[in-house]
Nanobody
Framework: QVQLVESGGGLVQPGGSLRLSCAASGSIFSINVMGWYRQAPGKQREMVAL???????NYADSVRGRFTISRDNAKNTVYLQMNSLKPEDTAVYYC?????????WGQGTQVTVSS
């Protein structure tokens, strides 16, 4: 049974930084796409950043230039470096691993940007 375990969320002031991590426990192979999504209260879940096995990345317009996604294939781990955080970045952040035959989600980690 594969589980995705997220860490790194918390409370930060506007302009601050956080680094989220998501690691897979259990056997998992050929992760095609790793991604981060977020859901704010009363809003739909939205894509934040994606990274393919080849290292290609895609970002939501709202975070491009402030957030950086990276992955460590040897550790089956994906990271999200978040800089210049804004109150509107407040949400529960979820990681997602997609392969040919599977689609796993993490349990979510809260990020709150507030003074």
């Amino acid at each position: 049974q594969v589980q995705l375990v997220e860490s790194g969320g918390g409370l930060v002031q506007p302009g601050g930084s956080l680094r989220l991590s998501c690691a897979a426990s259990g056997s998992i192979f050929s992760i095609n796409v790793m991604g981060w999504y977020r859901q704010a209260p009363g809003k739909q879940r939205e894509m934040v950043a994606l990274i393919t096995s080849a290292g290609r990345t895609n970002y939501a317009d709202s975070v491009r230039g402030r957030f950086t996604i990276s992955r460590d294939n040897a550790k089956n781990t994906v990271y999200l470096q978040m800089n210049s955080l804004k109150p509107e970045d407040t949400a529960v952040y979820y990681c997602r691993f997609q392969g040919r035959m599977y689609d796993y989600w993490g349990q979510g980690t809260q990020v709150t940007v507030s003074s």
